[in-house]
């Protein structure tokens, strides 16, 4: 089955800065690749997606990049804020649907220094 | 729009007992699927269903049961508590298309389990 690797599991910027979370993945036939954001004892809840036919999706401060043929994706943050502060998950899935769904990467705790 | 209701928000159980955790959606999704959160573990798959009837199961499975009657509800039973399913359980759902795969999928507000 799929295999999702997400690096770092924490990540430390000061306000203002940009940040980085990174992912890979092992099927390459995977197309679907959500990004989570999960607050302190909230549910997770999707930010931003990206399928495979795109290369890359922005909204906001926030960007995903996908590279195929190197099976990664990475979430990018610009000019970050206190409320970016939380636990983010990246996920993969193959098309078709394939049954057992998201798989999910172990998730990046990433802190907002002031 | 309630989303994803899951119950309860909180539960303290005693070795051996077993319960059961509530997950409803209102969304006319075909998935939905129980997963465990555990420190630095992300979140791991117990079990899901592809629609009413049809459930599998995910990677720790174990001492965890699941039924779908209806495209609405999924409820999780724990069979007999241990110490090692204190986690913190999320239900969630999401259309899956043959075609183009999956959508968002939607979580409920997650049930923190304690077992003494």
Not at chain 2, 30 to 58: C, F, K, N
Request: proline residues 5%.
């Amino acid at each position: 089955g799929e295999n999702v690797e997400q690096h770092p599991s924490t990540l430390s910027v000061q306000e203002g800065d940009s940040a980085v979370i990174k992912c890979t993945y092992s099927d390459s036939a995977s197309n679907y690749f959500p990004w989570y954001k999960q607050e302190l004892g909230k549910r997770p809840q999707l930010i931003i997606d990206i399928r495979s036919n795109v290369g890359e999706k922005k909204d906001q401060r926030i960007a995903v990049t996908l590279n195929k043929t190197a099976k990664h994706f990475s979430l990018h943050i610009t000019e970050t804020q206190p409320e970016d502060s939380a636990v983010y998950f990246c996920a993969a899935s193959v098309p078709g649907g394939g049954a057992d769904g998201l798989t999910f990467g172990k998730g990046t705790h990433l802190i907002i220094q002031p | 729009n309630a989303g994803v209701t899951q119950t309860p928000k909180f539960q303290v159980l005693k070795t051996g007992q077993s319960m059961t955790l509530q997950c409803a959606q209102d969304m006319n999704h075909e998935y939905m699927s129980w997963y465990r959160q555990d420190p630095g573990m992300g979140l791991r798959l117990i079990h899901y269903s592809v629609g009413a009837g049809i459930t599998d199961q995910g990677e720790v499975p174990n001492g965890y049961n699941v039924s779908r009657s209806t495209t609405e509800d999924f409820p999780l039973r724990l069979l007999s508590a241990a110490p090692s399913q204190t986690s913190v359980y999320f239900c969630a759902s999401s259309h899956r298309y043959p075609d183009r795969g999956f959508t968002e999928a939607f979580f409920g507000q997650g049930t923190r389990l304690t077992v003494v």
